[in-house]
Antibody
Framework: QVQLQESGPGLVKPSQTLSLTCTVS??????????WSWIRQHPGKGLEWIGY???????HYNPSLGGRLTISVDTSKNQFSLKLDSVTAADTAVYYC???????????WGQGTLVTVSS | EIVLTQSPGTLSLSPGERGTLSCRAS??????LAWYQHKPGQAPRLLIY???TRAAGIPDRFSGSGSGTDFTLTISRLEPDDFAVYYC?????????FGQGTKLEIK
């Protein structure tokens, strides 16, 4: 079973860029049929799908995040990354990386990392 | 955006009882629905996909049913480890959404 682990700063200042990386182990990120995803959970709330990337670089984002979002992939490091620009307190959440099966469900998840937006 | 509404918000049951959790979609998603179990501080765990197919390693106490807009997750005999928050998720549209969750707590 593939393993995923998020990493990045736990505190980001308002208006700055939130950057996270997900390292995938026990399986190549370039295996076909899977899409590498980000999902977040606001404090005390449900889950929100952010977006995903295919190993080829094709992306699909949640429109609710407007033009603030960039997801990229580095197959040589078996990693994919999230950048969210112009953050506000509303972006405070636990961020999960996950593997999306071709049929649309998320079959492997990271443990999640809390990112707090505060000055 | 397809809205998923889960009910009840909280379900209080005892070990050994049967738990029935519902998920209703605001538009048809066919059988593009999955269920997850989530415990505090842990990664969510896939239970069911395709509305009724158990994920690898999931005990047969867990079953899913439904299609279109109405779905059910049933846990036939609750064990202490089953008490957690359960989410449904749809992939019937290009913007994936989750329900708000049902908290299954020990009575």
């Amino acid at each position: 079973q593939v393993q995923l682990q998020e990493s990045g700063p736990g505190l980001v200042k308002p208006s700055q860029t939130l950057s996270l990386t997900c390292t995938v182990s026990d399986g190549p990120i370039s295996s076909g049929g899977y899409y590498w995803s980000w999902i977040r959970q606001h404090p005390g709330k449900g889950l929100e799908w952010i977006g995903y990337i295919y190993y080829s670089g094709n992306t699909h984002y949640n429109p609710s995040l407007g033009g603030r979002l960039t997801i990229s992939v580095d197959t040589s490091k078996n990693q994919f990354s999230l950048k969210l620009d112009s953050v506000t307190a509303a972006d405070t959440a636990v961020y999960y990386c996950a593997r999306r099966h071709g049929r649309g469900y998320f079959d492997s998840w990271g443990q999640g990392t809390l990112v707090t937006v505060s000055s | 955006e397809i809205v998923l509404t889960q009910s009840p918000g909280t379900l209080s049951l005892s070990p050994g009882e049967r738990g029935t959790l519902s998920c209703r979609a605001s538009q048809r998603v066919n059988t593009n629905l999955a269920w997850y179990q989530h415990k505090p501080g842990q990664a969510p765990r896939l239970l069911i996909y395709g509305a009724s197919t158990r994920a690898a390693g999931i005990p047969d106490r867990f079953s899913g049913s439904g299609s279109g807009t109405d779905f059910t997750l049933t846990i036939s005999r609750l064990e202490p480890d089953d008490f957690a928050v359960y989410y449904c998720q749809q992939s019937g549209s290009s913007v994936y959404t989750f329900g708000q969750g049902t908290k299954l707590e020990i009575k």
